[in-house]
């Protein structure tokens, strides 16, 4: 079974700070994502990565960056952490193309006080 | 970009009774619906989807349709059991591009017993 594992599931930070977020998928997927949940606006689509190193601009990218060095490695990156970023935080994984199916995480609640 | 409505909010229903959610879509050319479900605290997961050469598609006790001409697609659920309440997703996406999803903002689904 596939696992998608992000490393925290509860995190707490300061206004300012830099946040990593740590995702890691172990079925060697070519396509990873990074989502955000609000209530009340479904999951958005903050970047999302179909190979080592190459990343796309998801539908809310403004604050984030993200890193994929390795394969089944994929991170995201808050710069400089705002109140407007504390939310659910979703790492997905999907094989590729004709694949199409969505492997989630846990999830990550964030939290930037 | 793609834009997904879905409806409603919130569904009430007695158990054994059927539910149906509704999602329309914007892009004419986007290719493929999902539908996630996510229980409560837990991550959200793929129970059914469909492509647009196909007009409706089964699966035990949920079916999901679509109506391409009119751009809206429907979940059906029948029989519904307690297990059935959670979130439920649709979401939509071209497929050649990298399956990037936009997803609905959600249906939360209540049966009662």
């Known amino acids: 079974d596939v696992k998608v594992t992000q490393s925290s599931r509860y995190l707490v930070k300061r206004t300012g700070e830099k946040v990593f977020l740590e995702c890691v998928q172990d079925?060697?997927?070519?396509?990873m994502f990074w989502y955000r949940q609000d209530p009340g606006l479904g999951l958005r689509l903050i970047y999302f990565?179909?190979?080592?190193?190459?990343?796309e601009k998801g539908d809310i990218p403004e604050g984030y960056s993200v890193s994929r060095e390795k394969k089944e490695r994929f991170s995201l990156i808050l710069e400089s952490a705002s109140t407007n970023q504390t939310s659910m935080y979703l790492c997905?994984?999907?094989?590729?193309?004709?694949?199409?199916?969505?492997?989630f995480g846990s999830g990550t609640q964030l939290s930037v006080l | 970009g793609e834009n997904v409505e879905q409806h409603p909010s919130t569904l009430s229903v007695q158990e054994g009774d059927s539910a149906v959610i509704k999602c329309t879509y914007s892009?004419?050319?986007?290719?493929?619906f999902p539908w996630y479900k996510q229980e409560l605290g837990k991550r959200p997961q793929l129970i059914i989807d469909?492509?647009?050469?196909?007009g409706e598609k089964k699966d035990q006790r949920i079916a999901v349709t679509l109506n391409k001409t009119a751009k809206h697609f429907s979940l059906h659920i029948t029989e519904t059991q307690p297990e059935d309440s959670a979130v439920y997703f649709c979401?939509?996406?071209?497929?050649?591009?990298?399956?990037?999803?936009?997803f609905g903002a959600g249906t939360i689904l209540r049966v009662k017993s």
């Open positions: 997905a994984s999907e094989e590729g193309p004709g694949g199409e199916k969505l492997f």
């Open positions: 079925m060697d997927h070519e396509n």
């Open positions: 990565s179909y190979d080592v190193k190459m990343k």
């Open positions: 892009d004419s050319a986007s290719n493929y």
């Open positions: 469909i492509r647009s050469n196909v």
């Open positions: 979401a939509a996406s071209r497929v050649e591009y990298g399956n990037k999803l936009v």
